[in-house]
């Protein structure tokens, strides 16, 4: 089976990331996949964030008619759904960590990919054991206007990055389409044309506006009912 894994902090999940799992899915042929709430997001660790319990509340009602789409708890906090201290000082959950713990409850013959978007796959080189992770499964990667595919070789991490004279024809070339190098495999998505951000939907909920234009309206009423980014 083709399975994919949609890791973030989801604070909120949005409809581009439900635009980029149903795309993934068709386009893919994939036959499930694992959307993974952060406790710990590395690269958010100074940044607050909403409790687990919430986003991974979030998820499940985004996902809740949806079978192909499953909300998991790979990286829920040591101590439960609901932590105990909000202070607890925690390890920094790795995407590597996650896909090596997913694949063990799958078969050898099953095939990972791992979803994100282009923002996230433009610093794909700092993340923990990057090289690792291409060794570990193929990459589906939502493309965004003004990234080319010169862009997306380049991001690589050093030892995977063609040398630039290969790379350098390729710079007005849009970011889509399979590119397949020795030691890594993307599939580029074209422009889902969903520029949520969740960021911006935290402050419109802030600002107590509708939030139905962007994300499910079972996530909607669930920040109303909780009271969440106000």
Known sequence: MNIGLFGGTFDPVH??????ARAALEQYKLHRIHFVPA?????????????????????ALATADKKALVPSLLEAPEEGVVPIKRDRVERPNYTIDTIRRLKQSL???DKLFLLLGMDAFADIAKWHQAEALFRECEFVVASRPGYSLADVANALPESLR???????????????????????????LADLHQPASATAIR??????????RFVDASVAEYIR??????
């Open 15 to 20: 409809r581009g990331h439900m635009a980029l």
């Open 39 to 59: 406790n710990v997001p590395p690269h958010k660790q100074r940044q607050p964030h909403s409790l687990f319990v919430h986003r991974f509340a979030m998820l």
């Open 107 to 109: 078969k050898a013959a």
């Open 162 to 188: 063609p040398r630039p004279e290969v790379t350098r024809p390729f710079q007005k070339l849009a970011a889509t389409g399979d590119l397949v190098l020795k030691g890594a495999t993307i599939h580029l």
């Open 203 to 212: 402050q419109v909920a802030a600002a107590g506006k509708p939030l139905r």
């Open 225 to 230: 009912k909780m009271g969440l980014y106000r």
